[in-house]
């Protein structure tokens, strides 16, 4: 049997920073472990969506719009937001029916449209796009991504059949032309690996270490 690739899914990268911005705020690209049908984040995406906007219509960050309307400062903004630990929604999911809990979180959606608002500015996105890249020619094929989202072309969400073309063709195709080489094959997993990540090192990622220092230096002047 002949699989053919989903031609309409391009990897989110891949999309321009208006798509993106669509795709992000996506109820599926929010939250997307699965929760009783009941459970729709459509509405307030749409709606946090249009409060954190600037008088020309463009997208706003929070801070950005709490400083319009209110005069909110960062430092103030930090401030409460450290102390509220409660602001997001834990869940504890068990893996195996024994002592293995992972643990989730529902993030406060104002903040995470903040976000998907900030990251999606034109000049933003194209240096994340960038960043990529260089990543890319770096590790040539020693080191391959293949978690990066795939959405359809237009910004919407693809569906279970392109995801599972896509599953197929660039992991489990590469893994079969890996053993045709190599004769062993190891797995890893990191235990709470995305509650253990230090945060300042994304800003590393993105501006490169010594650049992200400086900009951090900056900000507290």
């Known amino acids: 049997m002949c699989i053919r690739d989903s031609v309409n899914t391009v990897k989110i990268l891949d999309l321009d920073a208006k798509k993106a911005r669509k795709a992000f705020l996506l109820p599926k690209n929010y939250f997307n472990c699965n929760l009783p049908e009941y459970f729709d984040f459509t509405l307030i995406l749409k709606e946090i969506d249009r409060v954190l906007r600037k008088k020309n219509k463009q997208p706003d960050t929070l801070l950005g719009t709490l400083n319009g309307e209110y005069g909110v400062k960062k430092d103030c903004l930090d401030e409460q937001l450290k102390k509220s630990e409660d602001i997001h929604i834990n869940l504890y999911l068990n893996k195996n029916g024994e002592y293995d809990w992972r643990k989730l979180q529902i993030v406060n959606p104002y903040l995470y449209v ?37 959405i359809k072309k237009d910004g919407s969400n ?46 590393w990622a993105l501006e490169g270490k010594e650049e992200a220092k400086k900009i951090e230096e900056k900000m507290h002047f």
């Open 114 to 150: 903040s976000l998907v608002h900030l990251i999606t500015q034109k000049d933003n996105w194209s240096k994340i796009q960038n960043r990529f890249k260089e990543f890319d020619d770096e590790c040539g094929s020693e080191i391959i991504c293949t978690s990066i989202p795939f």
């Open 158 to 203: 693809a569906e279970s059949k392109d995801e599972g073309i896509n599953w197929w063709k660039y992991f489990e195709q590469e893994s079969l032309k890996m053993g045709l080489f190599y004769k062993y094959c190891v797995q890893t997993d990191l235990v709470n690996c995305y509650g253990a990540i230090y945060t300042h090192t994304i800003a």
